[in-house]
């Protein structure tokens, strides 16, 4: 299904730019910093549509684009040939300006709107669709000079197994901690994280065993206005009642939950692989908040300053539990299909909520593009205990 979609990604724009030129990076006359350009996408997200790697619904958006760029190819044709006919009538001027009004004011929305605008997205996809702040170091590019950050590919087998898990990966599943407060309603959702896993570089004995992380992520603050408090029968403490109830939650669909903000962290892993284990260590870098609903914190008199700052803040030292190594063979690691799944605890100094101060989630993230493709020769696999 998905080189059907990268095939008519090709076709499309073939017919907008000309035959596919795959060993000059063309179509037609133009290269692929041009027609990036002109759909409005970085030189990362074209290389992920191009090679195959882009989800499905980037695929959509990007032929809903090209097919816009048809239509104003369409109208640019059009309002030539009216500017160079000569009307010989008074009925007959009229008819052509109003048709180049009508033109103008399509080319004029067009450039006020850029051309992925138009698309919508879909709420439920959990792909990264924005930038990861550190792309232009992690991701090929067409620049001139470029030194990747990940491992070469003589450097790949000299640091197996963690050259493996080294690629782009992102957040599998949302997530959903409730939020600490003088009013009960506040939940933080964890929508998509966008990973860039490489190995330490190192000549100590745990080499080819560690992995650092960056992580872009994309969470959200809900509002129940009701201010119903968390109702779970039986003993509130135990982790799956929890998760249980918080399962039941549809904040999108439900009328009583608003969305009051969206928050961005950074954030630095530390993951350690051993021959039946996988330990995971992450650190936030900083976060911030916007797409503010200023009416709702009013209305409920919400300082979104102190829950960011202080009880999300203190929130987020998390600790997540080491899971089973699922891949002591590296090579069965699989694009688009492995997980990591680490249940986790969130601990917050200001817990008023009856969890006793540790909140439970589960955070898989599932490789999407890995660095290094081929098989993979250990010559000691997993060594550390």
């Known amino acids: 299904m998905k080189i ?13 730019y000309g035959d596919y030129q795959y060993e000059s990076a063309l179509f037609g006359t133009h290269n692929y910093t041009t027609i990036s350009s002109n759909l409005c996408y970085s030189k990362s997200h074209f290389t992920k549509l191009i090679s195959g790697s ?10 809903e684009n090209i097919n816009k760029l048809k239509r104003l190819s369409e109208l640019e044709d059009l309002h030539s040939k009216a500017k160079i006919e000569i009307p010989n ?6 008819k052509y300006l109003s048709f180049i009004l009508l033109a103008l004011t399509a080319l004029s929305t067009y450039g006020y709107f850029n051309v992925d605008g138009f698309s919508q997205t879909n709420k439920d996809d959990l792909a990264p ?14 620049a001139h000079y470029y030194k990747s950050p990940y491992l070469t590919e003589e450097q790949v087998h000299e640091y197996c197994p963690c050259s493996a898990f080294e690629g782009r990966w992102q957040l599998s599943d949302e997530y959903i901690i409730p939020i600490p407060y003088k009013i009960p309603g506040l939940y933080y959702v964890g929508k998509k994280a966008d990973i860039r896993l490489k190995c330490r570089k190192t000549n100590s004995s745990s080499k080819g065993h560690d992995l650092i992380g960056f ?18 029968e039986g003993d509130i403490n135990e982790a799956n009642k929890i998760s249980e109830y918080l399962n039941t939650l549809n904040f999108s669909q439900d009328d009583n939950f608003i969305k009051i903000a969206n928050v961005y962290s950074c954030f630095y892993d530390e993951i350690k692989i ?3 284990s996988i330990y995971r260590l992450g650190e936030p870098c900083g976060r911030y908040a916007n797409g503010i609903d200023e009416n709702i914190l009013k209305e409920f008199n919400l300082d979104l300053n102190h829950i960011i700052e202080y009880i999300i803040g ?16 590296p090579n069965e690691l699989v694009n688009g ?5 680490f249940p986790c605890k969130c601990y917050s100094k200001n817990e008023n909520l009856g969890l006793g101060g540790a909140y439970s989630y589960n955070k898989t993230i599932q490789l999407m593009q890995q660095n290094y493709q081929s098989n993979l020769f250990c010559a000691e696999k997993n060594n550390t205990n």
């Not at 882009?54 to 032929?63: F, Q």
């Open 337 to 341: 299909e492995s997980l990591l799944e």
């Open 129 to 142: 669709v924005s930038d990861h702040p550190l792309n232009m170091y992690f991701d090929f590019n067409d």
């Open 89 to 94: 009538s008074e009925g007959k001027i009229w």
């Open 215 to 232: 992580e872009n992520i994309e969470n959200e603050i809900w509002f129940d206005k009701s201010k119903s408090p968390i109702d779970v």
């Open 274 to 276: 051993t021959s039946d």
């Open 54 to 63: 882009a989800t499905d619904a980037m695929y959509d958006r990007a032929l």
């Open 4 to 16: 059907d979609r990268k095939e008519a990604f090709i076709q499309a724009l073939e017919q907008l």
């Open 314 to 329: 203190n929130m987020i030292f998390a600790q997540c539990d080491p899971i089973k190594n699922q891949y002591n063979d």
